[in-house]
């Protein structure tokens, strides 16, 4: 986290060089660390890397401030992990539907059954205090009306879980490893859902945009 705070106050060539060694040890090696030891529960992940792609943005700094890493699940639900200076986040969920995705989405959100089936779920996170997010649309799809039960969850382009966890001693041991595993596990039954009633997509991908 020291290393970023540096990097937020100078996004630059010279300081990336000067703390290179700073990078490799402290922050890619246990993040490779983390991501070799969940692969038999999660599945791999892949660590991004760490340069931004500034040829569209307005932005020019060429180093992402925090690193992460991510993978998918056999039901296309996605795990999430990113450290930066402003400590730790881990999520689960679909990130972004696909059109295809989405369609399914919706249909299950309004059905009898699985609807409040997924309501239920995203209430008994909430009161675990997970944070429950996702792209979400600022009012009802169409084709849908706008005093539908559940529009709240209807609205949603991506279904998510997780939580930020701040600096703290712990971080820099293995209980950063069990936070981790913690929200992907809590995550389990929003994504039992989602690969039962939404699935992978079966889009290619210029299709599925």
């Not at 246990?30 to 943005?57: C, I, N, W």
């Not at 205090?129 to 539908?148: I, S, T």
Request: proline letters at 6%.
């Amino acid at each position: 986290m020291a290393f970023y705070r540096g990097l937020e106050a100078d996004n630059s060539k010279a300081y990336w060089t000067a703390q290179r060694s700073v990078y490799d040890e402290c922050v890619l090696a246990p993040m490779q660390a983390l991501a070799e030891e969940v692969t038999e529960a999660f599945g791999p992940l892949k660590v991004f890397r760490p340069y931004r792609d500034v040829r569209f943005s307005k932005d020019k700094s060429p180093y992402k401030t925090a690193i992460a890493a991510a993978g998918e699940l056999e039901g296309g639900a996605v795990v999430y992990l990113q450290l930066g200076a402003e400590g730790l986040f881990a999520a689960s969920g679909y990130y972004q539907m696909a059109s295809d995705q989405l369609q399914r989405y919706r249909e299950a959100v309004a059905d009898g059954r699985a609807g409040p089936a997924l309501e239920s779920v995203v209430a008994e996170l909430r009161a675990a205090r997970w944070d429950v997010g996702g792209e979400a649309l600022k009012v009802a799809p169409r084709g849908y009306p706008r005093d539908h039960p559940r529009v709240a969850l209807l609205r949603h382009k991506g279904m998510t879980m997780g939580r930020t966890f701040p600096p703290a001693k712990w971080l820099q041991t293995r209980k950063a490893l069990d936070r981790v595993v913690g929200v992907w596990r809590a995550g389990a039954p929003m994504n039992a859902w989602l690969e039962r009633h939404v699935g992978p997509s079966t889009l290619a991908p210029d299709e599925a945009r």
